[in-house]
């Protein structure tokens, strides 16, 4: 699987930003791993939560029953912030290859937050989107560092819609094979379920046809 790195405050290989069609994505989930976390590596935390409430069935090592009751969940447990973490994945396409996915997974810092000067946070971004009658998979979207956070976070802007053969060829990849895989956790979760879910009819306009 294609994978974007945000490790050292750049996407590897990209620099400090990249422009990019978001095909799908994941809901928001839980994650904690016993070691220091490789966000290059694939290796399964050593407990997860799919709705960030409960322990996944799958756990082998459960933490506690109740997300809400897990040492692993408070302040303070992984040095000032709380060992289990919240993450998302996304699956995005580069415009001059709409068939290839990558699989960009967020920290919590790039997930939620306010709009501040502009610059939006995922879920910020979503609901700006969503008052434009905006569906995120047609719009080239720019993700870019914060520069001014010591931790990686990322930052999302529209820059363009999509023309008409674009459409059709990434509307071809939102339940591609290749976008569940980029999505999906430790355990299978439904391609079609994201937050984006909810924004409906892309008027975006093209700046060529």
């Not at 400090?16 to 989930?29: H, R």
């Not at 709009?115 to 939006?120: C, E």
């Not at 910020?124 to 905006?134: C, F, P, R």
């Amino acid at each position: 699987m294609n994978r974007l790195s945000i490790r050292g405050g750049t996407f590897f290989h990209h620099g400090d930003a990249v422009e990019v069609v978001i095909v799908n994505a994941a809901k928001v989930s839980r994650a904690y791993f016993a070691n220091e976390f490789d966000g290059e590596n694939t290796v399964a935390p050593t407990c997860w939560s799919e709705d960030t409430q409960r322990p996944d069935p799958f756990v082998d090592e459960r933490q506690a029953n109740r997300c809400l009751d897990c040492k692993q969940n408070i302040r303070g447990s992984a040095g000032q912030g709380r060992a289990c973490r919240f993450q998302q994945r996304l699956a995005v396409v580069f415009e001059d290859n709409l068939e290839e996915v990558y699989q960009l997974m967020l920290p919590a810092t790039s997930i939620f937050g306010k709009t501040i000067n502009g610059h939006m946070p995922l879920q910020e971004y979503a609901k700006h989107l969503s008052k434009h009658n905006t569906k995120a998979v047609s719009v080239v979207t720019k993700i870019y560092f914060d520069k001014h956070s010591v931790v990686p976070k990322l930052f999302f802007k529209p820059i363009q819609g999509l023309n008409k053969e674009q459409l059709e060829t990434v509307s071809g990849m939102i339940d591609h094979p290749d976008t569940h895989e980029a999505i999906t956790s430790v355990v299978q979760q439904s391609a079609t379920s994201s937050p984006f879910d909810s924004v409906e009819g892309y008027v975006y306009k093209p700046n060529h046809s």
